[in-house]
């Protein structure tokens, strides 16, 4: 059965996007899902659990991590999206290469999501375009998270001259207005302001997120991902959680969520989807009677 994805687009509830990545290194759960069955399970448990959407990614975005080689993330994507896509699964990938996308979308993956958001490579967009059926994750992107040596992001990367929400915003719209000029329909584009990218603490964050309505207003849908990103290990800090765990993030993280499906976020990127799951429900259910 064909998966509507004119309707996953165009949604008018928050969707729960899972994470499910194919790394040795990422911060939170690297290496864990690295051996094909294992990702299988992983993703089939967060559909289970009530995830609308399965990211897959083969390439940590972490600070200070390493680039895969073409050849091992193509191999990690291909091996999970065959996996998958059997199951019934709407499959998001995580990747700034065309040659990933292109092949990814040829086993019948419906999203990229681009963290570089058409920056890194420039033939992730007209690979896109070439796929009329499939969606874009055009995410907010001014280089790697943080400089080669270490986890602090460049300063020149890091710093908002017109504050953060304005210079994203007018960043983000201009990223857009490219991926566009590549043949992209509109139709076919969200947007991702990329929190934690080129943003390292929680006054970076914490204003795009109550942003939410302004990028709202540009017609694009609009995905948020806080999962476990360090601005959210350091708000709990500030709040007095002396030692923050994964647990206690992810906790936050379905606050964030509840906060963000009130606001009308287009869907959730994380990494526990059955608290996330909850707390969409209940953000979808307040604006449902908000709206009434």
């Not at 939170?28 to 399965?54: N, Q, R, T, V, Y």
């Not at 193509?74 to 065309?98: H, K, M, P």
């Not at 375009?129 to 280089?143: N, T």
Request: glycine share 8%.
């Amino acid at each position: 059965m064909a998966i509507d994805m004119k309707a996953i687009h165009d949604s008018t509830h928050t969707l729960v996007m899972g994470v499910l990545n194919i790394t040795e290194d990422s911060s939170s759960d690297g290496g864990l899902w690295l051996d094909p069955a294992k990702a299988k399970a992983h993703g089939e448990a967060m559909m289970k659990a009530g995830a609308d959407i399965i990211d897959i990614g083969a390439e940590s975005t972490r600070p200070g991590a390493k680039r895969v080689s073409e050849e091992d993330e193509q191999t990690r994507v291909l091996g999970a999206v065959d996996a998958l896509i059997s199951e019934g699964a709407v499959l998001s990938i995580d990747t700034t290469r065309a040659s990933v996308a292109r092949m990814a979308l040829e086993h019948g993956a419906q999203i990229i999501n681009d963290v570089s958001g058409g920056r890194l490579d420039r033939e992730v967009p007209h690979v896109v375009a070439e796929h009329a059926e499939s969606l874009y994750i055009v995410q907010h992107w001014r280089g790697w998270l943080a400089g080669s040596a270490g986890d602090v992001p460049d300063a020149d990367t890091s710093v908002y001259a017109n504050g953060v929400v304005d210079d994203v915003y007018d960043e983000l719209m201009k990223q857009v207005d490219d991926v566009l000029q590549a043949g992209v329909s509109p139709s076919q584009i969200i947007i991702d302001p990329g929190l934690g990218f080129s943003k390292p603490s929680v006054e970076h964050n914490f204003p795009l997120m109550t942003a939410l309505e302004r990028f709202n207003a540009t017609g694009y849908p609009v995905l948020i991902g806080a999962s476990r990103k360090r601005f959210v290990g350091a708000a709990l800090a500030d709040a007095g959680i002396d030692t923050p765990n994964m647990d206690s993030k992810d906790n936050a993280t379905a606050a964030i969520s509840a906060l963000c499906a009130e606001h009308g976020a287009w869907a959730v990127r994380v990494h526990d989807v059955e608290k996330s799951r909850d707390a969409v429900l209940i953000g979808n259910a307040w604006r449902a009677f908000a709206n009434d």
